[in-house]
């Protein structure tokens, strides 16, 4: 699971990989983000 934060660590999306690990994220406005990985508890 991956999550985009704000500069001000503001969480503005947190979604879950797919099979090939891969994320897409949409409709972002032009900002600049942190992308951080984060476990995810079963």
């Known amino acids: 699971m991956l ?3 704000k500069k001000d660590n503001k969480e503005v ?3 879950d ?6 994320v897409i994220f949409e ?3 032009f900002e600049k983000y ?4 984060i476990q995810v508890l079963n």
């Open 17 to 22: 990989t797919d099979e090939s690990d891969t």
């Open 3 to 5: 999550q985009i934060l």
């Open 34 to 37: 942190k992308v951080e990985e």
């Open 13 to 15: 999306v947190k979604l």
């Open 27 to 29: 409709a972002l406005c």
